[in-house]
């Protein structure tokens, strides 16, 4: 033996030693020699991670059992170790191990060292490592899952989220062919879902399978609600009748888990087919039960998307049926009187709900047509020499109930071949007809019968109001003027001035208020607020506020107590009827030497605005929420003084939203404009005319929609010393 073999030998025995330590392990180990890398010696783990087979030898280079390491630069750095004597360390470092189809991607955690003699010089190299494949598809599955759930919080379309999902754990795990089936609402069949790598002629046959026992793995876990795996299709007795189809397929094994919705409704099902005998591992199941959830999430989603539009479809067919009577209520509405409205009516009818509509009245036992509508003027001249009294509509007048027919010889020479004729009744009692006639090609189904019955009605209660219309509004006046608001009072060093422009007319009562009134300490107590609503219900309530508030300053000095004695009032009122909310500004002001003293509160209502001597204009701003909506209103006071000319600007929202011919609004902003621009020294009404002007102009005489009110305190000169 020479002396340079025993070296070698001397150097080669601590490798075989760890070879035969690490010969079991699942750690890699190899040891390479010279320049070359000749593979000495590698446990049964290091062959296995290589492919195994006629990889399995030693005595040759390593490049020549691995040619591929060379394109990902493992061999230079084995040439580099070998060259340097200086370890390599590389961390979760992917290797694609072997070529064309039979390549697979591996990751491995590895060092490489190399190996001396007695004498300290390099004969080779050694590698140790593990192989950290799983843990990185765990990553890797871990991040798919991530953006399927991504994709499923953004709304992707549920075929995006399932193609993905299969083809993502394919592509980790390439022996795997995955398929999700989808149940029917009632949970009886499945459908195809996804199935990217499997034949369309298998998920064209098994598309729409019943659920049930032995219907293969998917139908027979769908039954059960548990995870069926079948190792080998060809001799299961659950595949019976699909078996043929598994064969032609090239698929025989198949894990299949249920897909629950959070209720334990059946969404589907998640399969994991296999191309030979298998059965899962721990880790399969794992994995299926994971991906089963987040197609469960994805499933729901849908589901329920679904559902939306659903119910946005029949939605939209209500919102197209409310939008004709709304805009028909509009139609009707106005300074109409009854015949005008009865016309109104016969003109919404045709041609939007059939092509000829006429409108009828009982006047003194007798029968007169006050309204016709046809697609010409000799059809309509046809149709009004028609005798009114004719059998339908005799019969509706004298039943109140609506007649259908699918044939009109009555109508035979207009063309007609079907009619609805439905009364019109007040208080209980027809009082006219609305009859709508057919043509070929129209007909009246149910949904179209009920459209024309509400028509009627809200005609007949227009109609209704129209009659009556001169008895409410008296009423109205009468019940306006029991509220309308008190002059303003004379108060010492102080200008008062007051804007008020109600919106509407009849009963549409504004709830828009002001009020100045003298306390019993020599002060004087201001309000102004908006009450939720109009009518009687509005009137009602602003007489409670402004009662209330008088009431309780007589009692009460702080105006917080004062505007929480007022909330009560509001939260004491009859529970089980909704009277809306109420918004104010509340305070006390008293002449002093340097001007007014004010002490106001604010509930729920736009700020007051301040205007100094010197046109400058701020808002004075303190917390407090609406009156009457059950919630304790947090209000704090504001303490302030008014220098002479100095003026404080109460105003209801009706003068900052009104608008336009356009839809922009008249806005904070243009009032503080206005008020800046009063001349010094304005008084209070000089003020008030100003903006009430301006918001005129700015309207272009276009009626106001929202009530609309300011009021103005200025501070006056203060009074010479008498004596």
């Not at 494949?133 to 994709?151: I, N, S």
């Not at 199935?195 to 769908?222: H, K, Q, W």
């Not at 409410?472 to 001035?497: E, F, H, M, V, Y």
């Not at 109009?534 to 409670?544: C, E, I, P, Q, Y």
């Amino acid at each position: 033996m020479t002396l340079e073999t025993h070296d070698r030998q001397a150097a080669r025995g601590p490798d075989e030693d760890l070879s035969l330590l690490l010969g079991t392990s699942t750690a890699l180990f190899a040891s390479m020699a010279g320049p070359a890398h000749v593979l000495e010696a590698a446990n049964p783990a290091f062959f296995a991670a290589i492919g195994g087979g006629r990889r399995e030898r030693t005595g040759v280079p390593l490049v020549e059992l691995m040619p591929e390491l060379t394109a990902q630069g493992f061999i230079a750095l084995l040439d580099r170790v070998y060259r340097s004597g200086e370890r390599h360390v590389g961390r979760d470092a992917r290797v694609v191990i072997g070529v064309g189809e039979s390549a697979r991607e591996a990751y491995f955690d590895f060092t490489y060292e190399a190996r001396h003699d007695a004498d300290g010089n390099v004969l080779g190299v050694r590698m140790i490592g593990v192989e950290t494949t799983q843990v990185e598809h765990a990553r890797r599955l871990a991040a798919e899952q991530r953006a399927l759930l991504e994709q499923i919080a953004r709304e992707a379309p549920l075929p995006d989220v399932l193609d993905g999902m299969c083809r993502s754990i394919e592509e980790l795990s390439r022996e795997v062919l995955v398929s999700v089936l989808l149940a029917d609402e009632d949970g009886r069949r499945l459908r195809h879902g996804a199935a990217p790598s499997l034949p369309g002629f298998y998920n064209r046959a098994i598309d729409g399978i019943a659920t049930g026992e032995g219907v293969g793995s998917c139908g027979t876990a769908a039954h059960r609600r548990r995870h069926v795996a079948v190792s080998d299709i060809a001799t299961d007795p659950l595949w019976d009748d699909f078996r043929d189809l598994a064969a032609r397929a090239g698929v025989a094994a198949c894990w299949s888990t249920p897909i629950l919705a959070r209720d334990g409704r059946l969404l589907g099902t998640f399969a994991m087919y296999h191309r030979t005998p298998r059965a899962p591992q721990e880790a399969d199941l794992a994995l299926a039960r994971a991906f089963a959830d987040t197609a469960a999430l994805a499933v729901e989603r849908h589901r329920a998307e679904q559902a939306r539009q659903k119910a946005h479809a029949r939605e939209k067919a209500a919102r197209d049926d409310l939008a004709f009577l709304l805009a028909a209520s509009t139609a009707l509405a106005g300074r109409l009187d009854e015949t005008q409205i009865l016309e109104r009516l016969a003109s919404l009818s045709a041609p939007a709900l059939a092509s000829l509509a006429a409108v009828d009245v009982l006047e003194g036992g007798r029968t007169r047509r006050v309204a016709a509508v046809a697609p010409t003027d000799s059809a309509r001249s046809l149709l009004l020499s028609h005798a009114p009294g004719h059998d339908a509509v005799a019969r509706v007048l004298s039943s109140g109930a609506t007649e259908v027919a699918h044939r009109a010889p009555a109508f035979r020479d207009l063309g007609a071949t079907g009619y609805v004729c439905v009364p019109l009744v007040d208080g209980g009692r027809p009082f006219g007809a609305l009859t709508l006639m057919s043509t070929p090609g129209q007909s009246f189904d149910g949904h179209r019968v009920a459209l024309v019955e509400e028509l009627a009605r809200r005609a007949a209660s227009a109609a209704h109001s129209a009659r009556q219309y001169a008895q409410r509004a008296t009423l109205a006046r009468d019940l306006q003027a029991g509220l309308l608001l008190p002059d303003l009072p004379d108060i010492p060093g102080a200008q008062l001035a007051a804007f008020y422009h109600p919106a509407g007319e009849g009963l549409d009562i504004g709830g828009d208020f002001y009020d100045v009134f003298p306390r019993d300490d020599g002060s004087w107590a201001f309000i102004l607020g908006d009450v939720c609503g109009r009518g009687a219900k509005a009137a009602t309530t602003t007489a409670l506020v402004r009662h209330t508030a008088r009431a309780a300053a007589a009692l009460l000095d702080d105006p917080v107590d004062i505007v929480r004695a007022v909330d009560k009032a509001l939260h004491d009122r009859d529970h089980h009827r909704d009277h809306g909310f109420v918004t104010l500004v509340y305070g006390h002001l008293e002449p002093v030497a340097d001007g007014l003293a004010v002490h106001l509160v604010r509930a729920g209502h736009t700020p007051p605005l301040l205007l100094d001597d010197h046109r400058t204009v701020g808002t004075v701003r303190t917390p407090g929420g609406l009156l009457g909506v059950g919630i304790p209103p947090g209000l704090q006071a504001r303490r302030l003084t008014l220098r002479p000319g100095a003026s404080l600007f109460l105003y209801t929202d009706g003068i900052t939203e009104c608008r336009a011919a356009g839809a922009e609004q008249y806005g904070e902003t243009r009032l503080v404009r206005a008020l800046a621009a009063a001349p010094p020294r304005s008084t209070a009404a000089g003020i008030v005319r100003i903006v009430a002007e301006d918001v005129r102009g700015f309207a272009g005489g276009r009626d106001v929609e929202d009530d609309q009110a300011a009021l103005v305190i200025t501070a006056g000169e203060p009074e010479p010393p008498s004596g």
